[in-house]
């Protein structure tokens, strides 16, 4: 979903806001952190006379993007940027149907109008490379701190450039953020990849213990015994998913991890070739074509997902292999 001078649209709301608050999907992950991070250091850098804030609960694993800002209270009359969210109910902090003056920046597939001025892109691999897209097409300085928010973000996304939607826009992009800021990508990737070793021997386990169907779809549901074992908490699995993208025998794999605070598992879904966001939507969850991921009460409910995703797995090896 694309207007004409969607770029310039956004530039002038900022231009004119006193107060800027930014948000993201709930359970952060690198491309939300890096996209609203980024923004703001981006906003501050062009407008210093703006108030930016970065709302959203905070991610220990991710800290070293950078540090949130608590609000009491959101000022009604702020302007609202959403990044990296379709939808009302997964917005962190802030449902921004209340706030009437209002930017959505998102590369998931359409879900709901929730802001003023939306810019959808799911061709883009990420919010952060949205972000940086709109500084380039507008013209704003890219400091190198901005520029390493934004990679992180990127990069994270892409899975280092592996995934299907990285294209010719964003090495394009990319080339010259690198030319124009010279960040140091070797520190960002010991930043993003190195792991300690208690998360290397947690691999090891679910290595071991995923369950494959017939029809080549991977499944691990992981209780608090396990996370205690192994001393990690229920964000890990999600967060090691794309570790298992190269395995013959799944096309299709799922961790499903019990988030014992809140009392519902954390769904990754991963996918090789079937299209699996719709499975996902349908049960509650969303996200892209080979990536996506839902919140799921029982075990009975994952076992359900699994069904559906061995379904459409089945139908894509009839056609495809």
Known sequence: MFKKNIYKQIIKKI???????????????????????????????????????????????????????????????????????????????IDPRKIKNSIKIDHHPYVEKMCELEWIDDKSTSASQMILELAFKTNLKVTKETAE?????????????????????????????????????????????LRPYKEIKFQGYMSMNYQITENKVGYLIINDDILKEFNVDAATPGNMINSFNHINEMLVWVTATLDKELGTYRVSIRSRGPIINEIAANHGGGGHMFASGVRLKTEEEIKSLIQDLDIVSKEYIQKNL
């Open 15 to 93: 231009k004119k806001a006193n107060v800027i608050v930014i948000a993201r999907h709930v359970g952060a992950d690198p491309d939300a952190l890096g996209s609203t991070l980024g923004l703001k250091q981006l906003i501050l850098d062009n407008f210093p006379d703006k108030k930016v804030y970065v709302i959203g609960s905070p991610a220990a694993k991710f800290r070293y993007i950078g540090e949130l800002d608590k609000l009491e209270e959101i000022p009604l009359d702020s302007l609202l940027i959403v990044t990296d969210t379709p939808d009302h109910r997964r917005v962190d902090g």
């Open 149 to 193: 928010k934004l990679y992180i973000g990127l990069v994270a996304d892409t899975n280092r450039f592996m995934f299907s939607y990285t294209n010719y826009k964003t090495f394009a992009l990319v080339s010259r953020l690198l030319k124009e800021t010279n960040i140091d990508i070797t520190k960002i990737y010991n930043e993003l990849y």
